[in-house]
């Protein structure tokens, strides 16, 4: 993984290193400090986001099976 988590931090959805690290980052890691009613928000957000990633991730995988 050549970058490093961080404000500019965007998983590279052909890399199952990058996918594994978001799907499994807390919400904590986006909301540092925040209350209940901020992590759940940043959860709501956070869930459809790490479903889509895995699905990218998946279609990648199963289209370089096929070549």
């Given amino acids: ?5 961080g404000l500019g931090f965007s998983p590279n959805p052909e890399d199952p290193v990058d996918v594994l690290a978001f799907v499994l980052c807390p919400a904590t890691a986006f909301a540092p400090g925040g209350d ?11 869930g459809p986001m790490k479903e ?3 699905r990218r991730w ?5 289209s370089r099976r096929r070549s």
């Fill in 52 to 54: 889509e990633a895995c």
């Fill in 58 to 62: 998946a279609a990648i995988a199963a």
């Fill in 1 to 5: 993984m050549a970058q490093t988590f």
């Fill in 36 to 46: 209940d009613d901020e992590l759940k928000a940043v959860q709501a957000v956070l």
